[in-house]
Nanobody, 124 residues
Framework: QVQLVESGGGSVQIGDSLRLSCVASGRTFPTYAVGWFRQAPGSEREVVAGISRDGRVTPYADSAKGRFTITRDNAKNTVNLQMNSLKVEATAVYYC?????????????????WGQGTQVTVTS
């Protein structure tokens, strides 16, 4: 089990960028796959991006392709999500999640550990 803490959210305007960070506790973090998910009010939680424990990126959600980049630094127990050219539709609470497997599934139900979330608000 790992504890996850997200940061980096905020209120920005259309076209701006944000970098979200997920910092994990525990020496076993490098053995975990990590996913970034988001949930807007009234909507289901959806995947944004995922990265395996060996650094391979699973296919981005269509909403993230070409604008978002997920990276990890196992030495720092950190997974980052760089979000560029933000749109209003990106407004949501963003969560990172971890599972003790290599593959970063696109389904939230396969993740065991979750952070508390960080709010991202994009306005026009």
């Amino acid at each position: 089990q790992v504890q996850l803490v997200e940061s980096g959210g905020g209120s920005v305007q259309i076209g701006d960028s944000l970098r979200l960070s997920c910092v994990a506790s525990g020496r076993t973090f490098p053995t975990y796959a990590v996913g970034w998910f988001r949930q807007a009010p009234g909507s289901e939680r959806e995947v944004v991006a995922g990265i395996s424990r060996d650094g391979r990126v699973t296919p981005y959600a269509d909403s993230a392709k070409g604008r978002f980049t997920i990276t990890r630094d196992n030495a720092k127990n950190t997974v980052n999500l760089q979000m560029n050219s933000l749109k209003v539709e990106a407004t949501a609470v963003y969560y990172c999640a971890a599972r003790p497997q290599n593959y970063a599934s696109n389904s939230a139900r396969y993740y065991d550990d979750w952070g508390q979330g960080t709010q991202v608000t994009v306005t026009s």
